[in-house]
């Protein structure tokens, strides 16, 4: 019987020095597994890291040109509103000349009348040049400097 119980503890002794065996097997796996997992996380933690930065530099670049494109739409804004007070204004002036061209024509055909008239009656030839000649340089000068008798 002594015998027996030897045999036996010396079947549980291999079997547990197997058991521990195969614990310290199968612990050395998991802590491998483990810094595999600790290496990959860490590669995750960089990547994660780096993209937000990515993200964050992308964000204030939106932002800056954002804030240009605003800039840009109110230079726009104000230049069209600027072209359309000038094309008023040279409409307003093509009006004008409109008028100074007709009133330019009006009085050409009044003189000329009164040219005719002169012709026509000789004894009258010298009082209205004296009456007409300052109006023809002043017709004159304001189709040179471009003013009218109105101005």
């Not at 860490?42 to 040109?65: G, I, T, V």
């Not at 840009?72 to 009006?95: A, F, G, T, Y």
């Not at 100074?100 to 009258?124: C, D, M, S, T």
Request: hydrophobic letters at 35%; a neutral charge; charged letters at 35%.
């Amino acid at each position: 019987m002594q015998k027996l119980v030897q045999q036996k503890e010396s079947e549980w002794r291999e079997a547990q020095e197997l058991r521990n065996k195969s614990l310290q097997s199968s612990l050395k796996e998991k802590e491998r597994q483990l810094n595999n997992e600790k290496v990959r996380f860490r590669k995750l933690k960089e990547d994660f890291e780096y993209n937000l930065k990515l993200l964050e530099e992308r964000d204030q670049e939106l932002q800056r040109y954002d804030a240009l494109f605003s800039q840009v739409r109110n230079i726009n804004s104000s230049r069209d509103s600027e072209i359309s007070d000038l094309k008023v204004h040279l409409d307003d002036l093509r009006l004008k000349l409109l008028h100074e061209e007709k009133a330019k024509e009006e009085l050409q055909r009044h003189y000329q009348q009164v040219l005719n008239f002169i012709n026509l009656h000789p004894g009258f030839k010298f009082l209205p040049m004296l009456i007409v000649t300052p109006f023809f340089v002043l017709l004159r000068s304001s189709c040179t400097t471009g003013h009218t008798m109105q101005d």
